[in-house]
């Protein structure tokens, strides 16, 4: 039996994928809840892929068996996709889950499925004679496609809905929102490869079908598992549960009502202010605009927003660069004059606290853009 680099790309995602199933479960301080379900997809991945690759290269009655009912992971694909990244971008409390409606139609199909091959044979030779498995088979196709478009939609949508929001660990969430980008890139490639070879087989578009076969489209999952499998390695703390900010209320030095009422006039100076654009700023100027003392501002900072006075200052003044580079200011004027703007009076002081807050130099950052 002969081997093509199609069959070594889609058993290197086999394999691969079995590894970064197990290694989920093993990670140290895990985000439990996410990565309960990506290890689930990944598996369910391995499975469509194990399928396909024996469907197409053992010929036996009892492979097209396995391969009909491994066709019913495609329906599982989609929903715990949107599961995954709605668990790892909201972390909601109660725990997301989805419910049963959403698993529905992987159930007809498994049912019907079952039930086909179980079948009596006069039961069969009435499917044949009614041409009932070639319509089935359609529709199952057809419905599998239906269902990755509308959760591939739909998590696209969480993602923008998420990037509109303000997060508490900067860093943490651009590596997030660009694994995620990249993981619903390889998703959207499955689909929109799926659906042409689809309907080039319908219209029976050669040209088409020829370039785009049905093995080929494939090749998109094993991508799927590689972006997983090089961001685990890259930048594992996407996969490790964050550190959220607590107050610690024994050692606390204010009472909740002075926090929340110092939080609010903190929030109104930088966000409404714009405070930190003042390049002179010091913790005694800050804490005399909100009526306390440097020590509870101080306080107030390292306990709450776990960061110091300067770290929570120039963070948001990345995250102002951030949203100029958005608009694409830097191209009207220099990198170091929005920064400078932004409030920043040096640049080394500049690029060190771009680099803490984005994991990269800001050219870098800039040209990750471009290629997005």
Request: glycine share 2%.
């Amino acid at each position: 039996m002969s081997f093509t680099l199609l069959d070594v790309i889609l058993f290197l995602g086999v394999s691969q994928g079995i590894f970064l199933a197990i290694t989920l479960r093993f990670i140290d301080n895990r985000n439990k809840v996410a990565n309960d379900v990506l290890s689930i997809t990944i598996g369910i991945a391995v499975i469509m892929l194990f399928g396909r690759v024996m469907a197409y290269r053992i010929e036996a009655l009892w492979v097209n068996y396995v391969a009909g009912i491994v066709d019913v992971t495609i329906f599982l694909f989609g929903p715990l996709i949107y599961c995954y990244i709605r668990r790892l971008l909201f972390q909601e409390t109660p725990v997301f889950k989805l419910s049963f409606w959403h698993y529905l139609i992987a159930c007809i199909h498994i049912c019907i499925t079952i039930g086909i091959y179980i079948a009596p044979e006069n039961v069969m030779i009435y499917i044949k004679e009614i041409q009932f498995l070639p319509y089935f088979w359609f529709f199952s196709e057809l419905i599998g496609i239906v269902s990755f478009v509308v959760y591939t939609i739909a998590s696209i949508r969480l993602f923008r809905k998420h990037k509109k929001m303000m997060e508490y660990q900067v860093s943490y969430i651009l590596a997030v929102r660009r694994y995620i980008r990249y993981v619903l890139v390889t998703i959207i490639l499955f689909t929109v490869l799926w659906l042409i070879s689809f309907i080039s087989g319908i219209f029976k578009f050669s040209e088409i079908s020829t370039v785009l076969n049905y093995p080929l489209v494939w090749i998109s999952i094993p991508l799927f598992i590689y972006v997983i499998g090089y961001y685990s390695l890259r930048q594992p703390e996407i996969f490790r549960m964050p550190l959220r900010p607590k107050i610690k209320e024994e050692k606390a030095r204010l009472k909740p009502d002075e926090i929340q009422r110092l939080q609010k006039r903190l929030n109104f100076f930088i966000q409404e202010e714009e405070i930190y654009k003042a390049s002179d700023l010091s913790l005694k100027a800050l804490a005399e605009k909100l009526n306390t003392t440097p020590n509870n501002l101080s306080w107030l900072l390292n306990q709450v927003y776990q960061k110091s006075f300067y770290d929570y200052i120039n963070t948001h003044r990345v995250q102002d660069i951030l949203e100029s580079i958005d608009r694409e200011l830097h191209r009207k004027q220099t990198l170091l004059a929005i920064a400078f703007d932004a409030g920043f009076n040096s640049k080394s002081t500049f690029n060190k606290a771009f680099k803490q807050v984005t994991s990269q130099t800001p050219s870098a950052y800039i040209k990750s853009k471009k290629v997005a």
